[in-house]
């Protein structure tokens, strides 16, 4: 393992795909702070809702790195080579998807670092606590763990490179909309007090039932279906959403470990030949 490592992270410091995206995550977190900023001219607001948007951002940049990092292997015959020099199966997996992570997990501090940079001089440093700060970052790590597992068993069961980097990029913005449609079918009150009319204006009534409330089993699936996808939980960090942060990471490693164990499997199987 150790040896497939460090040829991971000795690729990863050689790569310009990773350098590119790294220098983007950070001109995103710096762009991102300055606007803030403008924006605090008219209304005083603190950094954090600049500072923890980056769990939506490198997802997506996550998304287009791993099939295409991973996937050099498959057009370089690395992956048979390893398999040739003794490596097994499963440490090469693990090895590839530790690499991924630490390449998110870089993504996420490129973006932090340049948000405090450009944002803590301009607007002031974050309202956040210490203790809610920290656990929002450790469980936005988590979370970029899960999507990790997710596109490695995607790139490692798939020896074309562009085909897994598209079926990547769709699927982290198919996660990103079916959380966004998730939470608000959750969100949905259970009654309305009126309705909008045609010119957009809203005309208070009596107390009606609402058709988009969830109630009863369906509800429990839609919560259950939230609390498990990765998307909702980058949705909620970046959000600054508290009340779930103590057991939001525990499905983030769920989905990691359910994830990777089933990559493992048909990686087994896989002919690389």
Not at 64 to 73: M, R, T
Request: aromatic letters at 12%.
């Amino acid at each position: 393992m150790r040896n497939l490592l460090s040829a991971n992270f000795l690729r990863l410091r050689k790569s310009v795909l990773f350098w590119g995206l790294l220098a983007v995550s950070f001109g995103l977190g710096a762009l991102i702070a300055f606007n803030y900023y403008e924006m605090s001219r008219e209304e005083s607001i603190p950094l954090d809702g600049a500072f923890f948007s980056y769990p939506i951002l490198a997802c997506i940049l996550t998304a287009v790195f791993i099939p295409l990092f991973l996937g050099a292997e498959y057009s370089g015959g690395s992956i048979r080579s390893k398999v040739a020099a003794g490596h097994s199966r499963p440490l090469i997996y693990g090895a590839n998807l530790l690499a991924g992570m630490a390449a998110s997990a870089l993504f996420c501090g490129a973006y932090m670092l340049a948000a405090l940079t450009v944002g803590t001089p301009l607007i002031g440093f974050l309202a956040a606590d210490a203790q809610q700060a920290a656990l929002l970052t450790l469980g936005s790590l988590a979370a970029m763990a899960a999507f990790c597992a997710l596109f490695t068993l995607a790139a490692m069961n798939c020896s074309r490179k562009s085909v897994s980097a598209v079926v990547c990029v769709l699927g982290v913005f198919l996660l990103l909309l079916a959380a966004v449609y998730v939470r608000s079918r959750l969100l949905a009150p259970e009654y309305l007090n009126g309705f909008w009319n045609a010119r957009g204006e809203f005309v208070p009534g009596r107390l009606t039932p609402n058709p988009q409330y969830l109630g009863g089993a369906p509800r429990e699936v839609f919560k259950l279906l939230y609390a498990l996808l990765p998307s909702s939980q980058a949705v909620e960090y970046a959000s600054r959403q508290t009340e779930n942060l103590h057991w939001m990471p525990l499905w983030a490693l769920a989905v990691t470990a359910l994830s990777t164990a089933a990559g493992i499997v048909l990686f087994q199987r896989k002919d690389l030949k």
